[in-house]
């Protein structure tokens, strides 16, 4: 048999073995991509209803014009819990939150929990000492 057949027939085995390997594994390798992006999403949008629940809470004294909040409860979103002189944070947002934020007098973020009325995140974990979410 002549090299250049020979090695026609080693590419062939190569492309079969490959074709072969790859419908084997690609359940798994699907899941595996899809399961990376779903965490690192989720971890973007957590950090981004942080982000609106600090501004909210930011527009709520300057709009009171006041530098502390008269009412700071464990805050999920909803009216009444973080208030300053008749402003209610929950004006400046448009849903409730998938966790609970914690703010002090001043507004400075204390804390969050992974709960709220609107559900949780998955997959995702509250990082005290950056005070940011990260996943887990």
Known sequence: MPIWALSV??????????????????????????????????????NTELH??????????????????????????TSGKVTADGSDAADFISSTFKATYTFDANGTLITATNSGTGGSWKGVTWDSSNRRWKGT
């Open 52 to 77: 609106n629940a600090k501004t909210a809470v930011t527009a709520c004294l300057i709009e009171a014009d006041k530098s502390s909040l008269t009412r700071y409860d464990p805050w999920d979103g």
């Open 9 to 46: 027939l080693a590419l062939a085995l190569v492309g079969i073995t490959a074709g072969v390997l790859l419908w084997h594994f690609w359940p798994q390798l699907s899941r595996g991509v899809t399961s990376l992006s779903q965490s690192t999403s989720d971890v973007e949008a957590a």
